[in-house]
């Protein structure tokens, strides 16, 4: 049991660049996440996807795109890189779904991939 | 925009000693959650605290919260050196996006 896996671990992309990132869990949860850690922040809310087949814009949405692509994985797209994406990415996941709004589970969460956009 | 700030920022105490963190947060919660990050990792859950509940504990961890002020409290007792990390406080409105709303965090170290 793995829990929360993500790749890479680390990327250096080039301003204009587009990637990837992977992240998958083996807990048959049903919302995952992704957000972003920036120096002497908390982190921010990218998109979450409340059950398969759904997904919605968090906090900060602007630059990136998703995919539910089953229950396991959530992938987070950067089409276009820019400098201010630099930032720690974290993915979670929760037993929760979409009929079960009413209480947010514990969350758990993905090592992380750091990101720097040069 | 971020909704809880942690106080204080940074916290150091010998090992042995109790640490408070405390969090604000700015709009109804259905409930709050405070979690650990060590450097370079990602977050670990500790506790989680129902809008309905004014305290609950779990091992050396001990949370209050006070809706009426829109604060939390985290206070590890008998630290250790293996405490050293960040800690952040996170809280659900139960509104319309899933996600937790996290504080800014108090880094915490424990000096042996």
């Known amino acids: 049991n793995a829990g929360v896996t993500q790749t890479p671990k680390f990327q250096v992309l080039k301003t204009g660049q587009s990637m990837t990132l992977q992240c998958a869990q083996d807990m048959n949860h049903n919302s995952m996440y992704w957000y972003r850690q920036d120096p002497g922040m908390g982190l921010r809310l990218i998109y979450y996807s409340a059950s398969e087949g759904t997904t919605d814009k968090g906090e900060v949405p602007n630059g990136y795109n998703v995919s539910r692509l089953n229950k396991r994985e959530f992938s987070l797209r950067l089409e276009s890189a820019a400098p201010s994406q630099t930032s720690v990415y974290f993915c979670?996941?929760?037993?929760?779904?979409?009929?079960?709004?009413?209480?947010?589970?514990?969350?758990?969460f993905g090592p992380g991939t750091r990101l720097t956009v040069l | 925009s971020q909704q809880g700030e942690e106080d204080p920022q940074a916290l150091s105490i010998q090992e042995g000693e109790n640490a408070t963190m405390n969090c604000s947060y700015k709009t109804s919660i259905n409930n709050l959650q405070w979690y650990r990050q060590n450097s370079g990792r990602g977050l670990v859950h500790l506790i989680l605290?129902?809008?309905?509940?004014r305290e609950k504990h779990s091992g050396r961890l001990r949370v209050t919260l006070d809706t009426s002020k829109k604060s939390s409290s985290l206070l590890i007792t008998a630290s250790r050196a293996a405490d050293t990390a960040s800690y952040f406080c996170a809280s659900y409105s139960g509104g319309g996006a899933d996600g937790l709303t996290f504080g800014k965090g108090t880094h915490l170290i424990i000096q042996p």
């Open positions: 979670a996941s929760t037993r929760r779904g979409v009929s079960d709004r009413v209480v947010a589970d514990t969350q758990y």
């Open positions: 605290i129902r809008s309905n509940e």
